[in-house]
């Protein structure tokens, strides 16, 4: 079956720190890559994605690309900020069947003054 | 403004209560989903439905039904069978269009204690 391994968090990081958050899958075929947000108390927003192999997905400066060949999709941002404190999570969908998306266990970021 | 909507935000439910979670979205979206989230850990599929009158088991289904009358809503209903139903659930939707890289939208969530 589908899954998705993220890095263990919490991260800490000060402002202005390089982000990377580690996120590898496994799925039949070629899923869809999508990373997700979720602010304390709501639901999630998309973040970014990627549809295909070599894709590079981006937004807010956040960005991540596809990597089939090492299964992976890491999250990166040059310089974070306090605003960008909250739990991210990396997911999949492979458009068979069911077409609902398989979630890591999020990572959740800490960025300090 | 397009979007999903979820109700209550918080709700308290004594132990062999059943309680129902709405969720309402304009979206015009065909397919919609309910997740559980615990503290820690990632997101886990319920239920879905991908048209009106239909819908399919996910991962946890048990102790938890659903209906699927009208497009907009899908709501879902927390029975007693449920052992441990304390959690935040949300509720999701998305277009069923061929595009590959449909996303989900959330609502904000029902954060269910049971006492």
């Known amino acids: 079956g589908n899954s998705v391994t993220q890095m263990e968090g919490p991260v800490t990081l000060s402002e202005e720190a390089f982000l990377t958050i580690n996120c590898t899958y496994t799925?039949?075929?070629?899923?869809?890559l999508f990373w997700y947000v979720q602010y304390p108390g709501e639901g999630l927003q998309l973040l970014l994605k990627a549809t295909k192999a070599d894709d590079k997905g981006s937004n807010k400066g956040f960005e991540a690309t596809y990597r089939k060949e090492t299964t992976s999709f890491h999250l990166e941002k040059g310089s974070v900020q306090v605003s960008d404190s909250a739990v991210y999570f990396c997911?999949?969908?492979?458009?068979?069947?069911?077409?609902?998306?398989?979630f890591g266990s999020g990572t959740r970021l800490q960025v300090q003054p | 403004d397009g979007g999903i909507t979820q109700s209550p935000k918080y709700l308290f439910r004594k132990e062999g209560q059943n309680v129902t979670l709405s969720c309402e979205q304009n979206l015009n979206h065909d397919a919609m989903y309910w997740y559980r989230q615990d503290p820690g850990q990632g997101l886990r599929l319920i239920y879905y439905?991908?048209?009106?009158?239909?819908?399919q088991k996910g991962d946890i289904a048990e102790g938890y039904s659903v209906s699927r009358e009208k497009k907009e809503s899908f709501p879902l209903t927390v029975t007693s069978a449920q052992k441990n139903p304390t959690a935040f659930y949300l509720c999701?939707?998305?277009?069923?269009?061929?595009?590959?890289?449909?996303?989900?939208?959330f609502g904000p969530g029902t954060r269910l204690t049971v006492l």
């Open positions: 439905s991908q048209i009106v009158n239909d819908f």
């Open positions: 799925a039949t075929g070629y899923p869809s």
């Open positions: 999701a939707s998305s277009s069923r269009q061929g595009d590959r890289g449909n996303e989900q939208f």
């Open positions: 997911a999949l969908s492979d458009y068979t069947g069911r077409r609902a998306l398989t």
